[in-house]
């Protein structure tokens, strides 16, 4: 994964990468009712729900990793941005599919549309620790995509310059 040293190589990036791991892991860990705001800060893991944390941990690592590097892709990539949508498209799709099972904040959301909101919701509290490994899936397979393009679009790069 020399990939991964070449774009981090960049504190930009390293920087970027440390601000997308907090900022969804903050407000997933909200929503997923692992902390707590009041009446004090507080971090809570019931038994059993370690899965889900794990889950959700290393879908925002991985989230973290993603979106960085295809941001540095988009820059090596300026001109043909029919590539560049694919891996972008993949991280977005894999961070929304980990925020399910969203606990008062779902109830409050489903509760509007009646049965139907009652279904959805059942739905993703039953599936809930299955749409985060589908979501982790979606993002490793989007990290090993986005590498080998990297890989691919650095050597052609180099032999460009050189020539």
Do not use: D, W
Not at 63 to 68: D, E, I, S, T, Y
Not at 83 to 107: D, N
Not at 144 to 154: H, L, R
Request: contains cysteine; positive net charge.
């Amino acid at each position: 994964m020399s990939e991964i040293k070449l774009v981090f190589s960049n504190y930009k990036y390293v920087a970027l990468s440390l601000a997308i791991f907090v900022g969804l892991l903050f407000p997933l860990l909200l929503i997923s009712e692992y902390i707590f705001l009041e009446p004090y800060f507080i971090a809570h893991v019931n038994s059993g729900t370690e899965l889900g944390l794990a889950l959700i941990v290393i879908m925002v690592g991985l989230a973290g990793l993603v979106l960085p590097m295809n941001i540095y892709r988009i820059k090596m990539l300026q001109t043909s941005k029919k590539k560049m949508s694919g891996g972008v498209l993949g991280s977005m799709i894999g961070s929304a599919a980990g925020a399910c099972g969203c606990g008062p904040v779902g109830f409050a959301v489903f509760s509007t549309f009646g049965s139907l909101g009652a279904t959805a919701s059942a739905f993703l509290t039953n599936y809930e620790i299955p749409i985060r490994i589908a979501a982790i899936a979606i993002l490793a397979l989007t990290l090993y995509t986005t590498s080998k393009s990297i890989q691919k679009e650095c050597q052609i790069n180099l032999k460009n310059r050189n020539e």
